[in-house]
């Protein structure tokens, strides 16, 4: 008897575009990174000027390598790697609706695009126009027309994503996770430049938000790498076990975001009702972290698709709650001198700024992880082209149980 040939992965999206969006998720986590270090360092108005272009450090090497503070170098390499996340995102999105069968939904994804990147850009443009009037001495004109425009586009890109979704065209979720990507990769980088523009009207208010949404859209790419993945036969989790794993994966994910978001105003804003919030919410989510690796480990086959995400969740969260207790006592169980400070205050050191950074990117990694997890459980047989009678159909690849609920392809 001759060994079974290895089977050859159905893939769903071209190899180049699943190598660009690991690309892409990298970027969102060097930014992410970038932007925890400024706010454990408070230099987030380091630069009070914005937009600046990609190339500023290049250009006006002589202000940053005279200038003192190390903040303003951490915020524009920030800016720096914003541009290429928004770069990435960019491509990314149009190299996924190139590739969709549709011949009119192909066209009507990539136009949507098209038009929102354009408005993106003129709006970008026009911010930096405002803001060298209001420095010249004049009033901020905010470019409302243009603003409208490209919230306009952003709805087109929209409907162009519930479109894919709608239709049995392979990778749809592919795309349309690409076309989410996008738009939260530019409503962050709006919103950080509005931390800028809005810091003496709304204080820290605004970059808790920036911190939060960062996160998020981290989250988002990762998902978009999870279905991007090329695909096997039977690499789907059993239907026994589908429903209730992914109900409580969704939970997770939801748990965590919020759990997040208490814990962004704990940094920002000092917040005591952020700071017994956080620690109830990570009760919660400790909870439901072990009610997921019960899911996944309890059975055989559900174990083979999931370990490498369950083992990995687990870890983080060990890590995390390690972290979060340290964290939490350097910045508000101090004693001595520092302890007559209001936290936002108090100096903080080389070992406190090292643990409230990694506490916030394990933040980002777990919810990363858990929102890749609820993805991979929910992903259903994938859909790939066949011909049919002329035209292009589609099939499911199925796994070992031919009765499966439809999922995410």
Same mark, same amino acid.
């Given at each position: 008897m001759h060994d079974a040939e290895p089977e050859?992965?159905?893939?769903?999206?071209?190899?180049?575009?699943?190598?660009?969006?690991?690309?892409?998720?990298?970027?969102? +986590?060097?930014?992410?990174?970038?932007?925890?270090?400024?706010?454990?360092?408070?230099?987030?108005?380091?630069?009070?000027?914005?937009?600046? =272009?990609?190339?500023?450090?290049?250009?006006n090497s002589h202000v940053w390598v005279q200038e003192p503070r190390t903040g303003f170098l951490v915020e524009h390499t920030?800016?720096?790697?914003?541009? #290429?996340?928004?770069?990435?995102?960019?491509?990314?999105?149009?190299?996924?609706?190139?590739? =969709?069968?549709d011949r009119r939904l192909r066209r009507f994804g990539l136009a949507a695009l098209t038009l929102l990147l354009v408005a993106y850009l003129g709006l970008h443009g026009e911010m930096g126009s405002a803001w060298r009037a209001r420095k010249a001495g004049g009033e901020l004109q905010w470019p409302v027309g243009t603003a409208l425009a490209c919230a306009a586009a952003a709805l087109g890109v929209v409907a162009a994503?519930?479109?894919?979704?709608?239709?049995?065209?392979? #990778?749809?979720?592919?795309?349309?996770?690409?076309?989410? #990507?996008?738009? +939260?990769?530019?409503?962050?980088?709006? %919103? !950080?430049g509005y931390r800028v523009y809005l810091d003496q009207l709304m204080g820290t208010q605004l970059a808790a938000i920036h911190g939060s949404f960062g996160q998020m859209t981290l989250a988002t790419l990762v998902a978009v790498v999870v279905l991007a993945a090329p695909r096997r036969r !039977?690499?789907?989790?059993?239907?026994?076990?589908?429903? #209730?794993?992914?109900?409580?994966?969704?939970a997770l994910a939801a748990g965590v975001v919020v759990q997040l978001i208490w814990g962004v105003w704990v940094r920002h804003l000092a917040?005591?009702?952020?700071?017994?919030?956080?620690?109830?919410?990570?009760?919660?989510?400790?909870?439901?972290?072990?009610?997921?690796?019960?899911?996944?480990?309890?059975s055989s086959p559900t174990r083979s698709q999931l370990a490498g995400y369950g083992w990995l969740l687990g870890v983080i969260v060990v890590g995390q709650l390690v972290? !979060?207790? =340290?964290?939490?006592?350097?910045?508000?169980?101090l004693t001595g001198p520092e302890a007559l400070k209001p936290p936002e205050l108090r100096s903080i050191t080389a070992y406190g700024a090292v643990v /409230?950074?990694?506490?916030?990117?394990?933040?980002?990694? %777990? %919810?990363?992880? +858990?929102?890749?997890?609820?993805?991979?459980?929910? /992903? !259903?047989? +994938?859909?790939?082209?066949? =011909?049919?009678?002329?035209?292009v159909a589609t099939k499911a690849v199925v796994g070992r149980r031919a009765a499966e609920p439809a999922g995410v392809a």
């Open positions: 050859t992965p159905t893939r769903v999206t071209p190899r180049w575009l699943r190598r660009w969006s690991i690309l892409t998720a990298l970027t969102a +986590a060097v930014v992410v990174t970038l932007g925890s270090r400024i706010t454990t360092l408070g230099v987030g108005m380091s630069d009070p000027v914005w937009p600046t =272009e990609p190339w500023f450090l290049v250009v920030h800016r720096f790697a914003a541009w #290429g996340i928004g770069l990435f995102a960019a491509v990314l999105a149009l190299g996924a609706w190139a590739t =969709e069968p994503a519930v479109a894919s979704a709608r239709s049995s065209s392979p #990778g749809k979720w592919f795309r349309v996770a690409v076309a989410a #990507g996008l738009v +939260a990769v530019m409503v962050q980088g709006l %919103l !950080g !039977g690499d789907v989790v059993p239907a026994d076990d589908r429903a #209730g794993l992914s109900n409580l994966t969704m917040s005591p009702v952020a700071q017994r919030l956080h620690i109830l919410t990570a009760f919660a989510v400790v909870g439901l972290v072990v009610a997921v690796l019960t899911r996944v480990f309890r972290l !979060g207790v =340290e964290a939490y006592l350097g910045k508000f169980a /409230r950074t990694a506490h916030t990117l394990l933040g980002a990694a %777990l %919810l990363s992880t +858990a929102v890749a997890l609820a993805v991979r459980v929910a /992903r !259903g047989p +994938a859909a790939v082209p066949v =011909e049919a009678g002329g035209g």
